[in-house]
Each structure stands twice: as C-alpha cells, then as structure tokens.
C-alpha cells in the first residue's frame, strides 16, 4: 500500500517529461518569433515602433479569439487530441510563412498561428496538471512553468541570434525544426482518461442545443488570478519585445541577448525551491515579494546606462518572475474542479496572452511618443497595480472563506 502511495506521489515520469518537452519547444518558437519577427518589421519592412508592437499583437488577438473554446474543447473532445490538433496547425503556420511576400498574408498567418498556439498550449498544461498528484501541484506546475519560461526567456536570445544576419529564411527553418520537435513530443504522449472524459462523448445531444453561457468558456474560480496574470504579462511585454532595441538606445548592444540568458538562470535556479514554499505555505509568501522584485527590476532597467545595470536588473526581475508565473498558473488549476481544469488553463492563458497582446502595442506606442527608459518606467510602475488588485480580488476573498472554517473547528 505505501509503495503505491509512492508512486503517485511522484512528478517525474515519463509522460510529464514528454508534456515539458513539449510546451518547451512551443514556447521557444513563440518567443523567438516575438523578438526577431519586431526586428524584421523593422529592418525589412521599415516599420515604426507601433508596426513592430502589431507583428506580436496580431498573433495575441488569434489566440485570445480561441481561448474561450480551447479549455471546452480539451474538457469535452479530450487533452491529447486538442494537443495534436493544436500542434499540427502550429506546425503548418511555422512553414506558411515562407510563402508570405507581403505584409496582409504575413499578418493572416500570424493571426492563424496565435490560434493554434492557444489550443496546443491550453491542451499541454491541462495534460500537465492531471499528470501531477494534487498534494503536490505547487511542485508540480512550478516544474512544469520553468520549461515555459525557459522558453520564454532563451527564446529572445535565440531570436536575437537567429536575425544577426538579417536573414529570414534562416529564421524561419529554425523555427520550423523547433515545432516539429514540439509536435513530435506531443504525439508521444500517454496521457490516462478521467472519468469526466469517458463519460463525456454519451452525454445527450440536446445538451448542445442549450444556452451558451460565459461561464462554458470562462471557469470562474480562475478569474481573478488571471486578471492579476493579465497585469504581469502587460508588464512582461516590454522586454522580449524592445530589450533589443532599448540596448541600441543606450548603446550597449551586447548584453541584449545575455540579459535573457541571466533572466532564465535565475528561473532554473530557484525553481524547485519556489515549488516547495507553494505547496507547504500559501501563495501570498511567493506573489507578493516576486510581484516588488520584478518592479523594482524594471525599474532599475529603465535608468541602466551600462551592460552591468542591465543585467542587475534582469537577475531580480528573473527572481520575481520566476516567483509569479508558476505561482498564477497552479492557482488557475487548483482553485477549478478537476474537470474543469481545461477551461481554467484556458482562462489564464486568455487573459495572460491578452495583456502581453496589448501590452506590446501599448509599450510602443509609449517608446514611440517618448523613449524607451519612460517605457520601462511605466512597465515598473504597473506591477504595483497587480499588487492591490491581487489583494482585492484574490488574497482578502480567500482569507475571509477560511474565518468561517476556523470558526467551525472552535465550535
């Protein structure tokens, strides 16, 4: 009996290492694509800071248009069908854009792209939280959140690296060789039934006739740390989309690609420790000194005037993100009904992909009418909003359903 104990206990099989691979290879084509594609806007196309914000914004919109199905979809078709689906079209739009000869196709296909990256990705993390045992989703979706944002953060720096010769065909086979790699992983996926799936495909008919409701697209209980998500990845937007130019402004263009390298070490590092303090005291023991270091973070970012500042600020920003992501997400799932879990994933990406969506555009358009120190500014500043907004929202809601239970217990 212990032995079976153990073993569901345990995190790292070898279906949750597949999933990691997986979404890692997604998102390191996402963001690699979200650095290089704003420098091709701009050297190619000779686009203004707002066109250069449009190229990640589009592909934003296509994936906050299908957000509201994608968590339905994985709870009623199944996760690792969503999955494949997910990937395949993702896969296809990698090779599409080399057909695209002009800005209206290039901006279709993004658009195109950004729906298939909201269905692979709310499938993968889905699959990922069922595979983790609920006494240990903090350590779980923590480990599983360091691949994403890994690839969040070695994505810019590959893409930086990938344009250096201003060469899009390099570009583009690279990316195309990273999805394929996602794609394939995802097909290796074992990924065991619930008993909600197994029920669901006899459920009646007519119950697709009824009413649709918001809350057949939005799970509710998610909601709120996902508005709190939406703050930080608005925040977020301004570095993976103008770190680059930002470093040319201020004349250091060396560091641009080490900034993301010192970003994602600090990720790597104090992931597994970030896990355990989720799972063995609350959430507010993470969110709310990552929320003061990464502001501070960006803060510092927006009066650097060496590499050295520019890389300070990117080790206390990488603590504070790497506290809030891992953070967001097992909350998103934890505080939703198992069967619920897809349209959680959903919501949170919904609402985080809508602030880094708008966020880019909005952060160019700051850099565009004043200059990117002023844009880094406010990107400090806006963090501070999330803080009250986590409290009113999340953090005094949560405390005021645990006086009742310990009221209880008294009695």
């Known amino acids: 009996m212990e032995c079976r104990m153990l073993t569901r206990e345990r995190i790292w099989t070898k279906n949750f290492v597949v999933v990691c691979m997986s979404s890692f290879f997604m998102f390191l084509t996402f963001y690699i694509l979200a650095t290089a594609f704003p420098l091709y806007v701009k050297d190619s196309l000779h686009g203004s800071q707002q066109q250069m914000g449009l190229s990640i914004t589009i592909y934003v919109i296509g994936g906050v248009l299908v957000r509201p199905f994608s968590g339905q979809w994985v709870d009623r078709y199944g996760k690792k069908k969503m999955a494949i689906i997910g990937m395949v079209i993702f896969l296809l739009a990698c090779l599409s854009?080399?057909?695209?000869?002009?800005?209206?196709?290039?901006?279709?296909?993004?658009?195109?792209?950004?729906?298939?990256?909201?269905?692979?990705?709310?499938?993968?993390?889905?699959?990922?939280?069922?595979?983790?045992?609920?006494?240990?989703?903090?350590?779980?979706?923590?480990?599983?959140?360091?691949?994403?944002?890994?690839?969040?953060?070695?994505?810019?720096?590959?893409?930086?690296?990938l344009w250096r010769d201003k060469n899009i065909h390099v570009l583009l086979a690279a990316i195309c060789v990273i999805a394929a790699l996602s794609l394939l992983f995802t097909l290796g996926m074992r990924v065991p039934k619930t008993t909600q799936e197994v029920v669901q495909p006899v459920a009646p008919v007519k119950h697709v006739k009824q009413r649709l409701r918001w809350s057949d697209f939005i799970e509710l209980k998610a909601l709120p740390i996902s508005v709190v998500g939406f703050i930080l990845a608005f925040a977020y937007s301004s570095l993976s989309g103008f770190i680059s130019s930002f470093t040319i402004e201020i004349h250091q263009t060396q560091v641009a690609g080490t900034f993301f390298v010192v970003f994602a070490l600090m990720i790597v590092a104090f992931r597994p420790l970030i896990g355990k303090v989720f799972d063995t005291y609350n959430e507010h023991f993470l969110y709310y000194p990552g929320i003061v270091l990464f502001a501070v973070g960006m803060l510092l970012l927006s009066q650097a005037n060496s590499g050295t500042m520019v890389l300070v600020a990117g080790v206390i920003m990488g603590l504070g993100y790497g506290a809030l992501l891992p953070c967001f997400q097992a909350l998103a799932m934890k505080l939703a009904p198992e069967h619920r879990r897809g349209s959680a994933t959903g919501t949170f990406f919904l609402l985080f992909d809508l602030g880094y969506g708008i966020g880019s555009y909005v952060m160019g358009f700051i850099a565009s009418v004043a200059d990117y120190r002023m844009m880094y500014v406010v990107a400090g500043l806006v963090p501070l909003l999330s803080a009250a907004l986590y409290y009113v929202l999340h953090h005094r809601p949560r405390a005021k359903l645990a006086v009742p239970k310990q009221n209880a217990k008294l009695v």
């Open 97 to 161: 854009y080399f057909s695209a000869k002009g800005m209206f196709l290039f901006l279709v296909i993004r658009l195109i792209h950004g729906m298939s990256y909201a269905i692979a990705s709310t499938a993968t993390s889905t699959i990922a939280s069922s595979l983790v045992p609920n006494s240990r989703q903090g350590t779980g979706m923590g480990y599983f959140s360091m691949f994403m944002s890994v690839g969040m953060v070695i994505g810019p720096a590959m893409g930086l690296f």
